[in-house]
């Protein structure tokens, strides 16, 4: 009689990710290249502390050359970033060919090393001329986009695989026309009306110029997705609050600009839980409650992702744009890259077509208006003397790419049970 072949107890597998997957991490040209003078953020932390100043950041503006071969030896096979626009475009219709062959080089020498490029066009700071004329008010501002758009891309396209339009278009207007704590710190309806409306004509004013530029051209937005749960399961009026939220948060700039995205770029960071107030669903203050909170007071929520995921799911490639942990505790970084990413690897099984992961942020950075005191990146980078350090995350998720997903040798740090540096195949 044949024996039996009895299945393995356990399964010992590496939680493998598709083939031809992107792993990489992002930056933004603000938070990273240091000395960006021409922009409405440099003009507003000026009247701010020191430690609440861009100054010279990661000057990566210098030592891109530096960063991109850490990022090589790290494994990643692709590489988001942004171009800054004043410097490109410092006076109204005046394009600094400097600036622009600078722009090129950068991308040249990342293509030499064979990443997958993601440019980001626009990425929080806008020109002081632009800002100055009203900024997303300003009902040219999408027209001068575009401008920009049409002079940019014919000169660097033969660098780029995909293009992100504009990033977060909604953190954007939260944070300069609603909560008003980013330049030019206004808190109106009407604004926040115009500025929503801008730049969604932004996006497709840049997706369709970019099609006529490059027809095959991948096109798309870094949209800031955020989970909500209902606090109690049977109370309606958070279940309400639970689709509103969603809706308004995730769904509004997608639904205004439908049809003009090649992809879906997702930056997750944020879970809500929402709690009735009589007729009213109000945030729970998570810091109360949960301890597992990033060193921003963010919910360490990994479920989440797998919300949004499947959320947003409509058939056409998503790419996490962004995704990452303020923390000074480099473990518990590798804990939520693992933990994360298995929810990105669940998504996956469930149907979603996720095709790339972008960690933020390859470096420590600027952390906009929270200054340089929050850590996200996989490298340290000393402000003083800008050298670079690599942590033992950057070194755990170099491994994570190398096997194109989680080994089970590396799951067990979960459990706490091991040190990483144990299992990773190159010791530390
Ligand atoms: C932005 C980044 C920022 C990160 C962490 C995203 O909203 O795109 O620029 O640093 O979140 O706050």
């Not at 440099?42 to 210098?62: I, L, N, P, T, V």
């Not at 891109?64 to 219709?93: M, Q, T, V």
């Not at 099984?349 to 420590?364: H, I, P, R």
């Not at 200054?371 to 340290?380: A, H, I, Q």
């Amino acid at each position: 009689m044949a024996e039996e072949k009895v299945p393995p107890k356990h399964d010992h597998a590496t939680l493998e990710f598709p083939q031809g997957f992107l792993w990489g991490a992002a930056t933004s040209a603000h938070q990273v290249e240091g000395n960006n003078t021409k922009n409405d953020w440099w003009d507003w932390e000026q009247g701010r502390e020191k430690e609440f100043r861009s100054g010279e950041a990661c000057d990566q503006y210098r030592r891109y050359e530096e960063d991109f071969d850490l990022a090589k030896e790290l494994n990643h096979n692709s590489h988001r970033l942004s171009l800054e626009w004043s410097r490109i475009e410092p006076e109204e219709g005046k394009f600094d060919l400097d600036e622009i062959e600078h722009y090129v080089k950068v991308l040249k020498y990342l293509k030499s090393l064979n990443f997958t490029v993601m440019l980001t066009l626009h990425h929080f700071t806008n020109p002081q001329w632009l800002a100055k004329k009203g900024g997303w008010e300003n009902s040219k501002s999408a027209w001068y986009f575009e401008r920009f758009v049409k002079t940019i891309v014919p000169k660097l396209k033969d660098y780029v695989d995909m293009w992100i339009t504009i990033n977060e278009p909604q953190i954007l207007v939260w944070g300069s026309y609603i909560e008003g704590c980013w330049p030019p710190q206004k808190k109106s309806t009407l604004a926040t009306i115009k500025a929503t409306w801008n730049l969604v004509q932004a996006h497709k004013k840049a997706y369709k110029a970019i099609h006529k530029i490059i027809p095959e051209a991948k096109v798309g937005i870094a949209q800031n997705v955020q989970s909500y749960t209902a606090y109690h399961k049977h109370s309606i009026v958070e279940q309400v609050g639970v689709i509103v939220s969603d809706f308004m948060a995730n769904h509004i700039f997608y639904t205004l600009s439908h049809g003009y995205h090649d992809f879906l770029g997702l930056n997750y960071y944020l879970h809500h839980r929402l709690k009735s107030k009589g007729l009213k669903p109000e945030l729970v203050d998570v810091t109360a409650f949960s301890k597992d909170v990033s060193d921003l007071g963010w919910e360490i929520f990994p479920e989440g992702i797998f919300d949004v995921l499947t959320d947003l799911s409509d058939g056409i490639p998503i790419y996490i744009t962004e995704c990452g942990i303020a923390t000074t505790n480099d473990d518990r970084r590798i804990r939520f890259l693992m933990q994360y990413l298995q929810e990105v690897y669940r998504a996956i099984q469930a149907g979603v077509k996720v095709k790339g992961f972008f960690y933020w942020s390859l470096l420590d950075n600027f952390e906009w208006a929270e200054g340089f005191d929050p850590k996200f990146g996989l490298v340290e980078v000393d402000l003083q003397t800008k050298k670079r350090v690599v942590k033992p995350s950057a070194k755990v998720y170099a491994d994570i790419v190398a096997h194109n997903g989680i080994r089970h040798e590396l799951m067990k740090f979960l459990g706490h049970r091991i040190h990483v540096a144990d299992v990773l195949e190159e010791k530390t």
